[in-house]
C-alpha cells in the first residue's frame, strides 16, 4: 500500500506525477495536488532538497487528498523526516544519497515501525558511479544491478516493503532494464521513461514504453516525466491506461481522419464535440465520422454519433438512428444527448477545466 492505494499484485496500474512547487511553500504545493488529484492522479510525489522541504511535508502529508512520497536525494536525515511526517512512501536514488548504505539498518527500522515503504529509484542519469565504472554507461544491467544490491541492503535487515525504478531516457533501454528486472524480482515496480521530454515527444516515448511493458504485466505505477506542466503528465499517464483496457474508459471520441470522400469538416466537428463534452466523467464512446462508407457503421458500434453527408447528419444513439439534423445542428444535438445519456447512466456531470479531456481515437 502507498497510503490507500494498493501497488503490486492484482491492484491496478496507478497513475503518479510530482508536483513542480518549492515543497515549502506549502499553500502553492497543496494546490497543486488539488489540481493533480482532480486530473486524475493518485499518488504524488513532492521534491524535499531542504530543511524548508522537511519542515512542510507533516502538513503536506496531512492535507493531500491524495498519498505523498517524499524525494529524497543526497540527505539521508531526510528520510527520516519524511517517515516521520507521515508520508505515504519515501523514495531514496541509491546513485546519490552519500553514506546512504551505512544508514540502512536505521531506515529500514524507522520505515518499518512507521508502514512506510521505500522506492528505490535508480536512474539513468545518477547511476551509483561504481557501476557506472563497470558498466561504462548506464545499461539494462548497470540499472538493475543498482536496485538489486540496494534492496539486498534493506533486506539484510527484513526490511521489503520496497517498489523499484529504473529510468532511462531512452525507452528501448528503459524496457530492457524493466524485463530484466521483472525476472530477477517480485517486487512492485514504477514505471518511468525519465527526461521523456517536451509534451509531444515524451508522450510518445511514455505511451510505447509503457505500452509494451503493461502488455506483458510490466508494472504497477506510472509516471510520465514531460517538460510541461504536471496535470498534463497525468492526463497522458490516464490516456495510456485507458488505451490499454487497464482504467476504465472515460469518454472516447472515435473520429475519422477524413479524406476526399468527407461530406463534413471533420476536424472541426470532432473538436467542437471535444470541447463540447470536455471533463465530462462518463464511460461513452462518442462517433464523428465524415461519411456514408465507415460513418453509420461505427455510428452503430458506438453510444452515440453521428455519420454526415449532404450537409445532415444521421444521430444514433445505442445504434438506432433517433434523427436526422442539419450540419449546423449536430454539435449541440450531440452534446445534449451525451449529457442525456449520462443522466440516464446517474452519472454526475462535472464539467470543469480541469478535468481530463475525452479521448479522440482516430478510426481506420
Ligand atoms: S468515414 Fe472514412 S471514408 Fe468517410 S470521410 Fe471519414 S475517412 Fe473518409
Known amino acids: 500500500m502507498v497510503g490507500n492505494v494498493p501497488v503490486g499484485g492484482d491492484a491496478p496500474v496507478s497513475v503518479q506525477s510530482m508536483t513542480t512547487t518549492v515543497t515549502a511553500d506549502i499553500n502553492a504545493t497543496l494546490q497543486q495536488i488539488a489540481e493533480l488529484t482532480a486530473s486524475g492522479c493518485q499518488i504524488v510525489r513532492v521534491a524535499v532538497p531542504s530543511q524548508d522541504d522537511a519542515e512542510a511535508l507533516p502538513i503536506i502529508a496531512k492535507k493531500s487528498q491524495i498519498p505523498v512520497i517524499a524525494d529524497i536525494h543526497f540527505q539521508p536525515k531526510y528520510v527520516f523526516a519524511a517517515i516521520d511526517a507521515g508520508c505515504a512512501a519515501v523514495r531514496v536514488n541509491p546513485g546519490n544519497i552519500k553514506k546512504f548504505d551505512d544508514k540502512v539498518g536505521e531506515i529500514a527500522k524507522a520505515a518499518a515501525d512507521a508502514g512506510t515503504p521505500i522506492r528505490i529509484g535508480v536512474n539513468a542519469g545518477s547511476l551509483d558511479p561504481r557501476l557506472l565504472q563497470k558498466y561504462g554507461k548506464a545499461t539494462p544491467e548497470a540499472l538493475v ?62 505511451a510505447v514504453a509503457f ?38 474508459r472515460g469518454l472516447e471520441i472515435v473520429s475519422c ?106 478510426a481506420r
Not at 439534423?325 to 452534446?335: A, F, M, R, Y
Not at 440516464?344 to 477545466?353: P, R, S
Open 145 to 206: 544491478e543498482s536496485a538489486l544490491w540496494e534492496c539486498s541492503l534493506f533486506e539484510e535487515h527484513g526490511f521489503r516493503d520496497i517498489k523499484i525504478s529504473v529510468k532511462h531516457n531512452d525507452p528501448v533501454v528503459m524496457i530492457n532494464a524493466y524485463r530484466l528486472l521483472a525476472q530477477r524480482c517480485d517486487y512492485p515496480l514504477h514505471l518511468g521513461v525519465t527526461e521523456a521530454g517536451p509534451a509531444f515527444q515524451g508522450t510518445i516515448k511514455s
Open 257 to 362: 481522419p477524413s479524406c476526399g470522400r468527407a461530406q463534413v469538416d471533420v476536424y472541426t466537428l470532432a473538436e467542437q464535440v471535444q470541447a463540447g463534452l470536455e471533463g465530462m466523467k462518463v464511460p461513452l464512446r462518442v462517433a464523428v465520422m465524415g461519411c456514408v462508407v465507415n460513418g453509420p457503421g461505427e455510428a452503430r458500434e458506438a453510444d452515440l454519433g453521428v455519420a454526415s453527408g449532404n450537409g445532415k447528419g444521421q444521430i444514433f444513439v445505442k445504434g438506432e438512428v433517433i434523427k436526422t439534423v442539419p450540419e449546423s445542428q449536430i454539435v449541440e444535438t450531440l452534446i445534449k444527448e451525451a449529457m442525456r445519456i449520462a443522466d440516464e447512466m446517474g452519472v454526475e456531470i462535472d464539467l470543469d477545466d480541469d478535468a481530463p479531456g475525452p479521448q479522440v481515437t482516430v
Open 211 to 248: 505500452g509494451a511493458l503493461l502488455a506483458e504485466g510490466i508494472g504497477d505505477t506510472i509516471r510520465v516525466s514531460l517538460s510541461a506542466p504536471p496535470v498534463e503528465e497525468v492526463k497522458v499517464g490516464a490516456q495510456i491506461l485507458e488505451s490499454l483496457g487497464l482504467r476504465e
